[in-house]
């Protein structure tokens, strides 16, 4: 059945493992941004 | 508001649309973490930027570039690190040209806010200190102001990182960071200017 023709209905939740990997590589991409903020960023100086 | 309006009429057909999407749940799911993860990092950016003066470097002066060796606060004998202000800011003053900074030596502290006003003399440059966040461009006929403080004392290289022309890639100075108790004995010996 083509996306087209589905209704809201039809759709089959996402596999579970499919969800913790997306939110593992949210969270992960997350932290690396902060540590390179705070850890990296701020710690060579403020500047403004 | 008037329902034959051109708003009304808009607002209307994306409500359809909207309506009529139908939005695979994993895409979903990624658009709500993706919009998330955006918002988180704007909210610390705003935080610092609001709160604690964590911003990129903003200032616009200008300054004649043909005749900053004839006078003015960047002649030959202003240069260089200055009286430290009332305030506590300590103002280095440089003149970029090819293919140096001058004065090619300078001794600042650490933990001290440093105030740096540039200019150039001729063409574009860029001053970079690596493994600080002292970085900008150094505009003819702009002065550029950057105030940052070095947490680490050492000696680093002060980099032109905007091609200037074939001694680009020599056209480096030194920048010594001392500790406040060697600042402090710098100071002793007279050698503070």
Redesign the interface.
């Known amino acids: 059945m083509s996306i087209e023709n589905q209704s809201p209905e039809d759709h089959e939740p996402a596999p579970v493992g499919t969800m913790v990997l997306l939110v593992l590589t949210a969270l992960g991409m997350t932290v690396a941004w902060a540590f390179l903020y705070f850890g990296i960023f701020l710690p060579r100086g403020t500047v403004s | 508001m008037n329902p034959n309006s051109w708003i009304s009429k808009t607002r209307s057909e994306l409500g359809l649309i909207l309506q009529d999407m139908?939005i695979?749940?994993?895409e979903k799911?990624?658009i709500y973490?993706?919009t998330?993860?955006i918002g988180?990092?704007v909210v610390?950016l705003s935080i610092g930027a609001v709160f604690?003066?964590?911003?990129?470097?903003s200032h616009w002066e200008t300054i004649d570039s043909a005749s900053l060796h004839l006078g003015g606060e960047f002649a030959e004998d202003k240069i260089g690190v200055q009286p430290e202000l009332p305030d506590g800011i300590i103002q280095v003053k440089l003149v970029a040209a090819r293919y140096g900074f001058f004065p090619r030596e300078i001794v600042v502290p650490a933990d001290k806010k440093i105030q740096f006003r540039m200019a150039s003399l001729d063409v574009l440059h860029g001053a970079h200190i690596p493994?600080?966040?002292?970085s900008t461009m150094i505009v003819p006929g702009h002065i550029s102001e950057?105030?940052?403080?070095?947490?680490k004392p050492g000696e680093y290289p002060l980099l032109c990182n905007e091609y200037c022309g074939m001694g680009h890639d020599h056209m480096w100075s030194k920048v010594t960071v001392l500790s406040q108790n060697d600042w402090d004995a710098r100071k002793n010996e007279g050698k503070q200017p």
């Open positions: 139908q695979e749940h994993l799911n990624w973490l993706a998330a993860m988180f990092m610390i604690l003066h964590l911003n990129p470097p493994m600080t966040n002292m950057v105030t940052t403080v070095f947490p």
